[in-house]
């Protein structure tokens, strides 16, 4: 059956960034497929919900408590996670993001702490965990990206040329760890999380706009990049490695309708 190559039955997974949005929405939709997944972010009370709801519906989850730009954390993380669970399978590589900042504005420091922030952690948790993957036999890397890694916008230079970077890395990282390790990343267009949501109600018109330059014409939802992920995790992709998935409502030029270029 099609369906069952869907599923991730006996699979642990980690997903980093796990309390809030597409971290949430992923966490939650590889346990529905199956896999037992372990829920790391900063915020203790919103992994702690995500587990909760995870095991409310009988399924198996462990909140970490992690700050990705900590090696320390991140090694705890899959500490952990071997000893609850005794395996990896997949690692969904979600925490990021940098604030907008025009170019002569940004700093150094804050261009290289976007990079670190967006590359660097997805890098130093796939070098620890890569090692358990190839023990069990292989797995599968999700890295979360954006649609600003190929699209233009003012003021993302930081976060725009990181997101590239690990769309890159993606590749080579791929082509490295064929054929056990499948490594893709999906470039997320707009979602309407938690960061984007109060904008959305604030300003109707802005909702608007945004759908009307999306040729899909809605906003997206976590559930749509779960759905992606689950895929990717899954051996329905058993053919799939080194991609980069644009799941944005088939947007071909940037569809943010206001001008931040004074930031």
Known sequence: MILERFRLTDKVAIVTGAGRGIGRG?????????????????????????AQAIRGASGRALAVPCDVNDRAQLEEVVARTLKEFGRIDVVVNNAGGSPPSGALKTTEKAFEQAFHFNVTTAFVLTRLAAPHMFEVGGGAIINISSALSH????????????????????????YEFAPRIRVNAIAVGSVETDALAPFLKARPDLRTKMEEMTPMKRIGTPEDIAAAALYLASPAASWVTGKVFEVDGGTFASNWPLDLSGI
């Open 26 to 50: 992923i966490a939650l939709g590889l346990a529905e497929a199956g896999a037992s997944v372990v829920c790391a972010a900063r915020t203790v009370a919103t992994i702690d919900e995500v």
């Open 151 to 174: 699209l233009v916008e003012k003021p993302f230079v930081a976060y725009g040329t990181a997101k590239a970077a690990l769309n890159h890395m993606t590749r080579l990282l791929a």
